[in-house]
């Protein structure tokens, strides 16, 4: 067409339906059917065997953190960035050097943080299913792990993070100095997502038969009073549409035992 005349190689025609994608996405925020386009592009380019493919997929996973600070309810890039941290892990593990592990680590255990240490920007819950779809690619990384002593320090660094330095930040009922820099309503969303989050990382734990992994019984038994807080917060929570928290029956995945 008109707007690819030019284009006279492979890499020339995913760069402009690239940059086509993200024109669209500028002028139309939350275009699904933008991202859709710009999946079918990755995944093409992903499994078709080109050696470019981790350079690909590591150029469109370093765009997602930017996009989502100025973008912060962009539910599809959110998805996308899921989407290519699964190729990812799917494709091209095997193809990584050190620098590439080290980018890819960057992004899952940091890149959430980094968004969510503004706390003006805590209240906006794509972020915290951001900080979600990270966490789950670093677990499914860690699975693939075969060195117990790794995977037991790993999962002692990431619980630290996501359940107990978060507890810490935003569910805690002290308050803490995060509820000084916003408004009560932003403040109480952002305990809500906390919560959830917290719940989820617990569940997504137990689902990759990780929990097990974490040793420190002190810890453990730390968690398993968070995880109970939060989903007697959340049940009772009325502003919580269907409020799933309120079904007991789905709650019994939930309830963990403290250690013996």
Not at 64 to 85: F, K, M, N, T
Request: hydrophobic content about 40%.
């Amino acid at each position: 067409d008109g707007m690819n005349k030019n284009v006279e190689t492979i890499d020339d025609w995913i760069h402009a339906e690239i940059t086509m994608c993200q024109g669209v996405a500028e002028r139309f925020p939350k275009n699904y059917y933008s991202w859709t386009h710009r999946l079918f592009i990755a995944r093409m380019v992903a499994t078709n065997g080109t050696n470019k493919r981790v350079s690909f997929l590591r150029k469109e996973l370093q765009t997602i953190e930017p996009w989502l600070r100025r973008h912060v309810s962009d539910h599809s890039a959110a998805h996308y960035g899921g989407q290519i941290l699964d190729l990812i892990l799917t494709t091209c593990l095997p193809l990584f050097q050190e620098d590439d592990f080290i980018f890819y680590l960057d992004v899952v255990r940091k890149s959430p943080m980094r968004l969510l240490n503004h706390s003006t920007l805590a209240s906006h819950e794509v972020l915290w299913i951001w900080r979600r779809v990270c966490s789950h690619a670093f677990m499914r990384l860690t699975q693939m792990n075969s060195r117990e002593a790794i995977v037991a320090s790993t999962l002692h660094d990431f619980v630290q993070t996501e359940l107990i330095d978060v507890h810490e930040h935003w569910t805690d009922d002290k308050g803490g100095e995060t509820s000084m820099n916003m408004d009560q309503q932003e403040f109480e969303l952002g305990r809500r997502y906390a919560r959830s989050y917290m719940m989820y990382v617990v569940f997504q734990l137990k689902r990759l038969d990780l929990w097990h992994w974490i040793q420190d019984r002190q810890d453990k038994d730390e968690i398993v009073d968070l995880i109970h807080r939060a989903s007697d917060k959340l049940a009772n929570d009325a502003m919580i549409a269907h409020n799933f928290w309120k079904q007991s029956n789905d709650l019994q995945s939930f309830r963990l035992e403290r250690s013996a």
